[in-house]
Protein backbone atom coordinates (compact mmCIF):
# COMPACT_ATOMS: atom_id res chain seq x y z
CA UNK A 1 0.00 0.00 0.00
CA UNK A 2 1.17 3.45 -1.19
CA UNK A 3 0.03 7.11 0.53
CA UNK A 4 0.20 10.10 -1.71
CA UNK A 5 -0.15 13.45 -0.40
CA UNK A 6 0.37 16.57 -3.01
CA UNK A 7 0.73 20.10 -2.27
CA UNK A 8 2.21 22.95 -3.88
CA UNK A 9 -1.10 24.32 -5.92
CA UNK A 10 -2.44 27.60 -6.03
CA UNK A 11 -3.17 30.92 -8.26
CA UNK A 12 -0.72 32.21 -10.64
CA UNK A 13 -0.64 34.36 -13.41
CA UNK A 14 0.03 33.20 -17.00
CA UNK A 15 4.14 32.78 -17.56
CA UNK A 16 4.41 32.09 -13.83
CA UNK A 17 6.12 28.92 -12.01
CA UNK A 18 5.32 26.53 -9.28
CA UNK A 19 6.39 23.70 -7.65
CA UNK A 20 4.20 20.71 -6.65
CA UNK A 21 5.39 18.00 -4.58
CA UNK A 22 4.11 14.49 -3.81
CA UNK A 23 4.98 12.84 -0.53
CA UNK A 24 4.61 8.95 -0.89
CA UNK A 25 4.63 6.50 2.01
CA UNK A 26 4.16 2.82 2.70
CA UNK A 27 6.31 1.48 0.19
CA UNK A 28 10.21 1.68 -0.70
CA UNK A 29 9.95 4.74 -2.51
CA UNK A 30 12.84 4.17 -4.90
CA UNK A 31 11.26 1.22 -6.44
CA UNK A 32 8.31 2.58 -7.33
CA UNK A 33 7.26 4.48 -10.85
CA UNK A 34 6.19 8.16 -9.90
CA UNK A 35 3.72 9.98 -12.32
CA UNK A 36 1.81 13.26 -12.86
CA UNK A 37 -1.94 13.88 -13.95
CA UNK A 38 -4.11 16.74 -14.32
CA UNK A 39 -7.86 16.88 -14.53
CA UNK A 40 -9.37 20.18 -15.48
CA UNK A 41 -13.57 20.78 -15.25
CA UNK A 42 -15.29 18.59 -18.08
CA UNK A 43 -12.39 16.72 -19.24
CA UNK A 44 -10.76 13.55 -19.00
CA UNK A 45 -7.67 13.01 -16.46
CA UNK A 46 -4.70 12.91 -18.72
CA UNK A 47 -1.27 12.05 -18.63
CA UNK A 48 1.45 14.75 -17.61
CA UNK A 49 4.58 13.28 -16.63
CA UNK A 50 6.26 10.29 -15.28
CA UNK A 51 9.91 9.73 -14.25
CA UNK A 52 10.41 5.18 -14.01
CA UNK A 53 11.54 3.94 -10.59
CA UNK A 54 14.81 2.58 -12.00
CA UNK A 55 16.62 4.26 -14.88
CA UNK A 56 15.35 7.70 -13.98
CA UNK A 57 13.93 8.22 -17.38
CA UNK A 58 11.42 10.64 -18.09
CA UNK A 59 8.18 10.98 -20.36
CA UNK A 60 6.05 14.33 -20.77
CA UNK A 61 3.08 15.01 -22.64
CA UNK A 62 4.02 17.11 -25.69
CA UNK A 63 1.66 19.59 -23.89
CA UNK A 64 4.10 20.43 -21.36
CA UNK A 65 7.23 19.42 -22.88
CA UNK A 66 9.91 21.97 -22.41
CA UNK A 67 7.80 23.36 -19.65
CA UNK A 68 7.51 20.92 -17.22
CA UNK A 69 10.45 18.84 -15.14
CA UNK A 70 9.27 15.92 -12.95
CA UNK A 71 12.28 14.90 -10.25
CA UNK A 72 11.99 12.88 -7.24
CA UNK A 73 14.36 12.88 -4.11
CA UNK A 74 14.26 9.40 -2.51
CA UNK A 75 16.03 10.64 0.38
CA UNK A 76 12.58 12.48 0.98
CA UNK A 77 10.05 10.00 -0.54
CA UNK A 78 9.21 12.70 -2.83
CA UNK A 79 8.39 13.56 -6.40
CA UNK A 80 8.29 16.97 -7.57
CA UNK A 81 6.72 18.50 -10.56
CA UNK A 82 8.45 21.97 -11.45
CA UNK A 83 5.83 23.63 -13.94
CA UNK A 84 7.22 26.90 -15.37
CA UNK A 85 5.56 28.98 -18.15
CA UNK A 86 2.38 28.17 -17.13
CA UNK A 87 -0.34 28.71 -19.20
CA UNK A 88 -4.36 29.22 -18.33
CA UNK A 89 -4.90 25.74 -20.30
CA UNK A 90 -2.94 24.15 -17.51
CA UNK A 91 -6.04 25.19 -15.07
CA UNK A 92 -6.41 21.37 -13.10
CA UNK A 93 -6.69 19.45 -10.27
CA UNK A 94 -3.45 18.05 -10.39
CA UNK A 95 -2.65 14.53 -9.26
CA UNK A 96 0.42 12.20 -8.30
CA UNK A 97 0.87 8.25 -8.73
CA UNK A 98 2.41 5.66 -8.20
CA UNK A 99 3.17 2.26 -9.46
CA UNK A 100 5.38 -0.94 -9.94
CA UNK A 101 6.44 0.66 -13.67
CA UNK A 102 5.34 3.42 -15.65
CA UNK A 103 1.72 2.93 -17.49
CA UNK A 104 1.04 0.15 -14.23
CA UNK A 105 -0.43 3.11 -11.70
CA UNK A 106 -2.29 1.60 -8.82
CA UNK A 107 -1.89 4.50 -6.23
CA UNK A 108 -3.29 8.03 -6.49
CA UNK A 109 -3.19 11.04 -4.53
CA UNK A 110 -6.48 13.19 -3.90
CA UNK A 111 -5.35 16.11 -5.85
CA UNK A 112 -4.03 19.60 -5.34
CA UNK A 113 -5.56 22.58 -7.38
CA UNK A 114 -3.83 24.60 -9.81
CA UNK A 115 -5.24 27.67 -11.53
CA UNK A 116 -3.48 30.02 -13.83
CA UNK A 117 -4.94 33.02 -14.86
CA UNK A 118 -4.49 35.29 -18.22
Known amino acids: QVQLVESGGGLVQAGGSLRLSCAASGRTFSSTAMGWFRQAPGKEREFVAA????????DYADSVKGRFTISRDNAKNTVYLQMNSLKPEDTALYYC???????????WGQGTQVTVSS
Open 97 to 107: AAGVRVGAWSY
Open 51 to 58: LSRSSGST
